[in-house]
C-alpha cells in the first residue's frame, strides 16, 4: 500500500543486533576514569603540611616549636639542621596552611612535570634552607614556619616554563617587579605575622634556580645536535 514501509523481521533483528554490537564494543573501548598520583613531591608536601598542622593543633604548639619552625639555635644541634628543611611543614594555623596549599597545588604539578620530581624536590629544599639561614641570621629572636617561601619560588620559576635559548621571558620580568616591590612595600609599611623576607628570599631563589636550570636544559639540548 502506498505509504507504508514493509521491513522483513530478520532483517530487523538483524540490524537491531549489529546495532548492539557497536554500542557494546564502543563501551568497552572507553577508559575507566581513576585517580592519580600525579605530581609525588607536591602531594607529599601537602601531606606532611596537614599532619603537621593537626599536630601542633593536637599539641598546643609544642610539636610545631620542636619539629616544624627554625629559628635561632645552636648549630651543634642536630634538631636546628633537621628544622631547616622541615619548618617549611609548619603552620600557624589552617587557614595559613590552606592559603599555602592552595599555590602549591596550583602550581607544583605543572612544574613537577616539567622539571621532574627529583629537581622539585631539590629546589623545595634549597628554598627551604636558605631561608632558614638566612632568617637565623637576620632574625634570631623569630621563628619562622610556613612554605611560603616554597610558594613564591614556584611562582618565580613557573615565569619561565616557556623560556627559549638567549631570551628573558616578559612574564618573568613583570613578576619579579610586581612581586619583589610588593614585599618590600609591606615589609615596610605592614605590621604583622608574615615574612616578607621569606617570600622575597624564596622568590629570588625560585628565579635563580629556574633561570639556571633552563639555561642547562638549553645547553643539553646543544650538545646533542
Known amino acids: 500500500m502506498k505509504g507504508n514501509i514493509w521491513i522483513r523481521t530478520s532483517d530487523a533483528k538483524m540490524s537491531e543486533d549489529t546495532c548492539g554490537g557497536r554500542v557494546q564494543g564502543l563501551?568497552?573501548?572507553?577508559?575507566?576514569?581513576?585517580?592519580?598520583?600525579?605530581?609525588?613531591?607536591?602531594?607529599?608536601?601537602?601531606?606532611?603540611?596537614?599532619?603537621?598542622?593537626?599536630?601542633?593543633?593536637?599539641?598546643?604548639?609544642?610539636?610545631?616549636?620542636?619539629l616544624f619552625s627554625t629559628y635561632h639555635s645552636a648549630l651543634l644541634s642536630p634538631m636546628t639542621w633537621l628544622r631547616a628543611f622541615t619548618h617549611i611543614f609548619g603552620h600557624a594555623d589552617w587557614a595559613h596552611l590552606v592559603g599555602n596549599m592552595s599555590y602549591l597545588l596550583l602550581l607544583g604539578p605543572m612544574l613537577e612535570e616539567k622539571y621532574g620530581s627529583r629537581t622539585l624536590a631539590a629546589v623545595v629544599a634549597i628554598t627551604a634552607v636558605i631561608t632558614s639561614l638566612v632568617n637565623y641570621i637576620f632574625f634570631p629572636s623569630v621563628a619562622l614556619c610556613g612554605?611560603?617561601?616554597?610558594?613564591?619560588?614556584?611562582?618565580?620559576?613557573?615565569?619561565?616554563?616557556?623560556?627559549?635559548e638567549g631570551e628573558i621571558p616578559l612574564t618573568f620580568i613583570l613578576v619579579a617587579v610586581f612581586f619583589i616591590g610588593q614585599q618590600v612595600i609591606e615589609g615596610i609599611t605592614v605590621r604583622d605575622n608574615i615574612s616578607n623576607l621569606s617570600h622575597i628570599?624564596?622568590?629570588?631563589?625560585?628565579?635563580?634556580?629556574?633561570?639556571?636550570?633552563?639555561?642547562?636544559?638549553?645547553?643539553?639540548?646543544?650538545?646533542?645536535?
Open 27 to 66: 563501551s568497552m573501548n572507553k577508559k575507566k576514569l581513576r585517580v592519580t598520583f600525579n605530581a609525588p613531591v607536591v602531594l607529599s608536601i601537602v601531606a606532611v603540611s596537614f599532619v603537621a598542622t593537626l599536630l601542633n593543633f593536637i599539641t598546643g604548639g609544642a610539636s610545631g616549636r620542636l
Open 147 to 164: 612554605a611560603s617561601g616554597v610558594v613564591f619560588a614556584f611562582i618565580m620559576l613557573s615565569s619561565f616554563t616557556s623560556f627559549k
Open 201 to 225: 628570599v624564596g622568590g629570588i631563589v625560585g628565579g635563580l634556580l629556574g633561570f639556571g636550570m633552563n639555561i642547562q636544559s638549553q645547553f643539553d639540548k646543544w650538545k646533542t645536535t
